[in-house]
């Protein structure tokens, strides 16, 4: 495959950008692969990607029902910080920062990984000890974050009201090195470096059902024939359930509507990323000037990538209230996608009642900043069996009721 | 150049002539100009700068597909970025000024990134600036983000207001034109409520620019009748100025209503939001007018062909002198006939179809003017402005047949019906091949509640683009939701539309076919956003084959104007591209709102004080004056401290515990959550809903209640107080009343729905006051009316009563280890009751206290709080709280889930007291520190501070927390992190600090 560089590029544009090939393939599908991953999201791509690199498992087709990179991986605000509370958290979601801060190196493929900084604004006395706790829990957990006064915040985010009429900001937990990132870039890197070992992105193909035989599975049913594998990773978000269902196990999972919006390209005015969760919402501006405003989740399930209307009022509302220039924007488009929320909020990264079958998924709101982590802890654990990144994970959690919850300190924005 | 002409100008009015400025440049324009018609009448084409490559930008279009002409409207507190200048109506004083260039329009830095837009196609920024990996942040996306944007970011404060408003009605039509008019009259004859909205200032849209007649008379004369019998119905309601932005589930659409835009500093709400609830939508939404693409297509005077003719007809605006037209269809003939009746020249219309078209073309041919058949425009000369066209062979590679000299391009491509409301729930298009678009598939409606489509389409926006069809699609559409709606259909004639005969249209979808590179890299699809065909071709080529895909990879159609004009025609390039049919590409999503809508009016009125409203309980403005120190609590504000002088707050803090402590503190305790729970089943209720039995409770006492969530964690706690055999009352924490409300009921509406409960949240009904310290009954003595005795109100009883003459109920509970009595009176009678507390108190040395106090005395007791010692993690058996779980009941939520085994296991963290070696204040939330480090490489921890104060009681830090295994291990040291320093170490002690033994409130 042809490596990125700006002389390459330099070179094509003498000859018409003629000589650039396929960022991945189109290949048939084989009869058989070591390792089946369903669902070319971030997830899946990173899984495969680490397979390959970590492991050396290098047969691997990623299958996917439409376009890769087409759900959550591609309809999320794109923010990375790695602020968590709980132990098992915080090592996921900080290896996973850490993978994002030399991915465009590792995969030859500018993500455009910014790491412009996160805070988390604290606008009650509950919030501002919660975010100290977490401040605490990081120093021990290796993650840098500290907590910040308001004049700091004010420093930083110069259209930020910090005296607001409701909630003044009493000061945030900042994380320098959190940031953004192109969302689709990861995908699309993600992809091109797994084409590039050789495996197979097998796009518009539909998983329909499992085979299995004596506790193992033995292959997947899909629209494009029966494709045998020796090891299977279920890594579908906010269809988790529907998949497992066809393997003949149940998730402790709900899928639920997450909206988000975003405002007409302005020039620069924000070059951190703000969450306040008190008002219930989050902003940052993209690198083409749009004002990325993430919403809440619907409180009923649905499948629909739309929810209700009345979030962006009350996510609007809550962001006027925070930075007041925001009145004046317009709102160019909303959307939707479904997240596969777990009970405890925390992802499932875990091996099944089938012996060589595993799953990633419960990622909920949160999961597009873990992409990196999640494939390098999920790899190691299907290559392995077992993996110190992914061990608290498992599905058992639920039944021994040994929950990973950061609801303290993340309230809806995870 | 473009000029005001003497003729035309349909809506304007020459007798109002109105003062403007663009970049400071004074102009004039007539009242009923759009802002766009003022600019070009000024000879004003250059608008604006692409985002990409800051080419030269005039307006393209006349409505609100225009992707070019966005401009800085107004200044400061009324300041809006990239507004349109299409669909921004002029007004006296108005103030405009170009974007996205450096230092002016006319001369613009960044104008370099054309010169060099050969190193810059799409994506580039994906295969570049990687190395070296610290640049990005700090040289390239600086860079980057510094051109990037396009207007300026508001600074000053919104000055304007808006508002919501909620209508419903049984159908609402969108689109004021002749389909729109006919389906609104057809519906509302069947006698059902309609809401017809119009997003421009004007009704009628294209028919009267097109010279349609309807039953004879002219489109105009039409429009005026049919609207004035709309006006005079009882169930028609009409707007103009009000998109119909967008549809979702069950009915539900908006719409976006511009008041004052055009009318600033009115006094009126600037911009109100519709939210409709209706059975039936038909969406008259028309279509518009595809571009070429052709190399040059994107320089300033290169127009769409219908949109030259409006600003001729509606405006009275040539937009220039000598207008060459392009089409590969009948309709954009119009525009040549427009041009000439109005005087203005019309060298040559380019056809791209070897047979060319119908009778448009021979009225054209019969004036003299040149039609060139089976040609294309090789390309268009001219950089801030068009000079000229390059004529070829529409089937050939470009090889310049002649030039023409020219000021405008009026180009036409065919028509795309807007689908977008029909799609933004759910419908389905398909591909009509005969007129190249993609229309509604009536087959796929958008489905309601009952599984049946909700959206019906009309007119052109259903695919018939002769008004005589529109108008009998319009009427059946419109009978037909009457009917769905419950409405009574009567036969009605339809009207009769007249317009020209038109030939079928021949798709081109480059021109010429076979354009060379240097061709396609020039041919603009995305004027905003500066993509080019050979971008989605690169795309293509790439792999980048879902639409999806090469959507995202080249920015097609993600620019403001969301791809109204480029979709298409970019869609097209990729099918061929891919040498896959056009309807196998597909669309990318629709998504609303149709245009951008202001966020204020997704806002509405909640602003500022009106933005979650605080809760205030009677005494809140005596606090107010008494030097309240605020905190905001679940909704309300509560008092943190009273600040007395020149007092801190933790002076302040201070005074209130030795205070309460001492002698007598007030604490306004009317936030807390109030729950009756009565009925048959409401011992039964309780007895799920706590982990405590509370069905035996006898009627006149309380008990301290626990409430698990299914998982077993503790999520609220309170006193639990019974009335009488049917009725308790439950108190919840201030900010879980609410929740726990809401809580009860889901349970009720969705479990255990036999059950006969009823739940009703009393919190604002009663204020209550708790009257806390040695000096408590002493006072309520004085006051006198009830007995407030030890032996009458003993510990955890309740009674009924007066005091001083106010009705009251007294619970004898204490959450400060005080001689303490809550007392709840009306809430009308709270402020009065307070002020009597006070006045009467003062000789036994009473004061108001806060939050702050009222934690310290928890805390100095050991007492937990819900959020401090809880976070959703903690079982009632880590606080050392088993004792409140009942072990006679069969079932209570949370029950099951904490016989799991991590939940039943007693090796857990657990609640202790903590002091500091050194007597000071452990810092919130530290952790304890553990040896070693995990598996991925943390540090270990063994516990964690819940909460932490300076104790005024016993003048030395005290701390609550979780430690593993704790209360085995009484005595020992452990060390606690310090932020920023070294840790700190502190002895595990009994958590209750202050008389253990419950002496104080025992009297």
């Known amino acids: ?414 | 150049m473009s000029t005001r002409l003497a003729s035309h100008g349909r809506l304007i009015n020459r007798a109002r002539a109105l003062s403007f400025t663009f970049n400071g440049k004074v102009m004039s324009g007539f009242e009923g100009d759009s802002l766009a018609a003022s600019l070009l009448a000024n000879d004003q084409m250059l608008m604006g700068r692409s985002f990409k490559y800051h080419r030269p930008r005039g307006v393209l279009a006349s409505g609100g597909e225009e992707p070019n002409a966005l401009i800085n409207l107004g200044v400061e507190s009324g300041f809006e970025p990239n507004a349109r200048a299409t669909t921004t109506e002029t007004f006296s004083g108005l103030t405009a000024a170009s974007q996205n260039h450096f230092p002016s329009l006319e001369f613009d830095v960044g104008a370099i990134n054309s010169k060099l837009s050969r190193f810059l196609p799409a994506g580039f920024y994906y295969k570049m600036f990687i190395h070296p990996r610290s640049f990005w942040k700090h040289i390239y996306e600086p860079i980057i983000r510094h051109s990037a944007g396009l207007g300026k970011a508001p600074k000053a404060r919104d000055q304007d207001s808006y508002e919501h408003y909620y209508h419903h009605c049984e159908v609402m039509v969108v689109g004021g034109g002749i389909a729109g008019l006919q389906a609104a009259q057809s519906a509302a004859a069947t006698g059902v409520r309609v809401l017809l909205v119009e997003q421009t200032a004007h009704w009628g849209g294209r028919a009267p620019v097109d010279g349609v007649t309807i039953d004879g008379l002219a489109a105009e004369d039409w429009v005026a009748q049919t609207l004035a019998e709309l006006a005079a119905c009882d169930n028609v309601v009409i707007r103009n100025r009000t998109q119909g932005s967008g549809v979702y589930d069950h009915g539900y659409a908006l719409a976006y209503e511009r008041i004052a835009d055009h009318t600033p500093g009115d006094g009126r709400p600037r911009h109100r939001l519709w939210r409709v609830r209706c059975k039936q939508i038909v969406t008259a939404t028309g279509a518009i007018e595809r571009p070429l693409s052709f190399a040059g297509n994107d320089i300033p005077g290169v127009m769409l062909a219908s949109a030259v003719r409006d600003y001729v007809v509606n405006f009275a605006v040539s937009p220039g002198d000598r207008t060459v037209v392009v089409t590969n269809n009948d309709d954009a003939y119009r525009t040549a006939l427009c041009l000439l009746e109005a005087g203005l020249e019309v060298p040559l219309i380019v056809d791209a179809r070897p047979e060319g078209g119908g009778a448009l073309m021979e009225a054209v041919q019969a004036s003299g003017i040149r039609v060139a058949l089976g040609r294309g425009i090789a390309k268009v000369k001219g950089g801030k402005r068009v000079t000229g066209v390059q004529i070829c062979a529409q089937a050939g590679e470009g090889s310049v047949l002649e030039e023409v000299a020219c000021d405008v391009v009026a180009m036409s491509g065919g028509w795309s019906p807007v689908v977008h409301l029909w799609s933004h729930c759910g419908g389905k298009l398909i591909w009509d091949a005969d007129q190249a678009m993609f229309r509604p598939d009536p087959d796929q409606p958008p489905l309601g509640a009952d599984g049946a489509g909700f959206v019906k389409v009309a007119g052109l926006a259903n695919g018939h683009l002769r008004s005589a069809p529109v108008l009998e699609d319009a009427a059946e559409q419109g009978r037909a939701v009457g009917r769905a709606a419950g409405g009574k259909v009567q036969k009605a004639a339809v009207p009769a539309a007249m317009d020209a005969e038109e030939v079928a249209l021949s798709p081109v979808w480059l021109m010429p076919q076979g354009a060379s590179y240097a061709l396609r890299s020039k041919a603009w699809l995305d004027f905003q956003n500066d993509v080019k065909v050979s971008d989605v071709q690169l795309a293509a080529q790439e792999g980048f084959e879902s639409v999806e895909h090469a959507k995202r990879y080249t920015t097609l159609g993600m620019a403001t104007d969301q791809g109204k004009l480029s979709n298409i025609n970019g869609l097209a390039i990729l099918s061929k591209s891919l040498n896959a049919p056009i309807p196998d590409v597909g669309t990318t999503t629709f998504r609303p709102p149709y245009t951008p809508i202001s966020m204020a009016s997704l806002a509405g009125e909640a602003r500022g004080e009106l933005f979650q409203p605080v809760r205030k309980t009677p005494m809140h403005a005596w606090h107010d004056s008494h030097g309240a120190d605020w905190e905001p609590v679940g909704g309300w504000r509560r008092p943190y401290a009273y600040l007395r002088g020149s007092e801190t707050v933790a002076q302040a803090v201070e005074r209130e515990v030795i205070n309460t402590r001492e002698k007598l503190g007030f604490l306004d305790a009317s936030t807390l959550g109030k729950i009756i729970v009565k009925g048959p089943d409401a011992g039964k209720f309780l007895d799920m809903m706590y982990t405590n039995m509370m069905s035996n409770l006898q009627p006149g006492r309380c008990r301290y209640g626990l409430m698990c969530s299914e998982n077993g964690f503790l999520s609220d706690d309170g006193v639990v107080a019974r009335i009488d055999e049917q009725t308790w009352l439950c108190h919840t924490t201030s900010g879980g009343a609410d929740r726990i409300h809401a809580h009860m009921e889901e349970w009720l509406q969705t479990e255990w729905w036999d059950w006969k409960v009823w739940v009703v949240n009393v919190t604002e009904q009663l204020a209550q006051v708790a009257v806390v310290g040695p000096n408590a009954r002493k006072l309520l003595e004085k006051l006198g009316g009830m007995d407030v005795s030890a032996e009458r109100l003993p510990f955890m009883a309740w009674a009924d009563g007066t005091i001083a003459g106010i009705d009251c109920r007294a619970y004898r509970i204490s959450f400060s280890g005080e001689l303490s009595y809550e007392i709840a009176v009306p809430a009308n009678q709270g402020l009065v009751f307070w002020e009597m507390l006070m006045e009467a108190g003062a000789e036994f040395g009473a004061m108001p206290y806060g939050t702050e106090c009222l934690h310290i005395l928890r805390a100095e007791k050991g007492f937990i709080m819900i959020g401090d010692e809880t976070d959703g993690t903690v079982i009632p058996q880590d606080l050392g709280l088993s004792w409140a779980i009942s072990k006679k009941k069969d079932d209570f939520l949370g029950k099951r889930a904490q016989q799991r085994s991590f939940m039943d296991n007693p090796d857990r963290w657990q609640l202790v007291g903590l002091e500091t070696l050194d007597g000071s204040v452990l810092e919130d939330g530290a952790y304890a520190i553990a040896e070693g480090s995990n598996a991925n490489g943390q540090g270990n921890t063994q516990g964690r501070v819940t909460s932490t104060y300076y104790s005024p009681t016993l003048g030395k830090g005290i701390a609550m927390g979780l430690v593993h295994n704790g209360p085995e291990r009484m005595g020992e040291v452990i060390y606690f992190t310090k932020i920023g320093t070294n840790p700190v170490q502190a002895k595990i002690v009994s958590p209750v600090f202050y008389d253990p033994e419950g002496e104080k409130a025992n009297v």
């Open chain 1, 1 to 414: 495959m042809k490596r990125n560089s700006v002389f390459a590029v330099a070179r094509e544009a003498m000859r018409q950008h003629s000589g650039w090939g396929r960022t991945w393939g189109n290949p048939e599908a084989k009869k058989a692969y070591d390792v089946v991953i369903i669902g070319a999201g971030g997830h899946g791509l990173a899984t495969a990607y680490y397979l390959g690199k970590n492991f050396g498992i290098t047969n691997v087709a990623v299958i996917e029902k439409g376009w890769l990179g087409g759900g959550n991986t591609g309809r999320n605000t794109t923010i990375i910080r790695s602020n968590y509370l709980q132990d098992p958290s915080a090592a996921l979601y900080e290896k996973a920062r850490s993978l994002y801060e030399t991915m465009s190196q590792d995969l030859n493929y500018n993500v455009m990984f910014s790491p412009r900084g996160v805070m988390m604004l604290a606008q009650t006395h509950h919030e501002v000890r919660g975010y100290q706790r977490t401040a605490h829990a990081n120093s021990l957990q290796g993650v840098k974050t500290e907590f910040i006064s308001p004049a700091r915040v004010k420093e930083l985010c110069p259209i930020i009201n910090i005296d607001g009429p409701r909630y003044s900001v009493l000061g945030a937990l900042w994380q320098a090195r959190g940031g953004s990132a192109r969302h689709d870039a990861v995908a699309w890197g993600y992809a091109r470096a797994c084409t590039d070992m050789g495996m197979h992105i097998l796009q518009k193909t539909e998983v329909t059902g499992i085979t299995q035989s004596g506790g193992n599975v033995t292959g997947v049913d899909t629209s494009r024939g029966h494709i045998a594998c020796k090891k299977l990773g279920m890594v579908v978000a906010g269809h988790a359930s529907v998949v497992a269902n066809m393997a003949g196990f149940q998730l402790p999972i709900e899928s639920v509507p997450l909206q988000a919006l975003v405002s007409e390209p302005i020039k620069p005015c924000m070059d951190v990323v703000v969450m306040a969760n008190t008002v219930h919402g989050y902003m940052s501006q993209s690198d083409k000037g749009e004002m990325v405003i993430g919403g809440g989740t619907d409180a009923y399930n649905a499948y629909t990538q739309r929810g209700s209307f009345h979030h962006l009022e009350e996510t609007v509302r809550a962001l006027i209230e925070t930075f007041p220039m925001v009145s004046r924007l317009k709102m160019l488009r909303h959307w939707g996608g479904i997240v596969d929320v777990t009970g405890d909020r925390s992802p499932i990264l875990s091996k099944t009642p089938l012996g060589n079958t595993f799953i990633n998924c419960g990622w909920g709101t949160g999961g597009f900043k873990a992409i990196p982590g999640s494939g390098w802890g999920f790899a190691e654990l299907m290559a392995k069996g077992e993996s110190p990144l992914t061990d608290q994970f498992g599905l058992d959690r639920f039944r021994a009721g040994r929950f990973i919850d950061e609801s303290v300190a993340a309230g809806v924005a995870h």
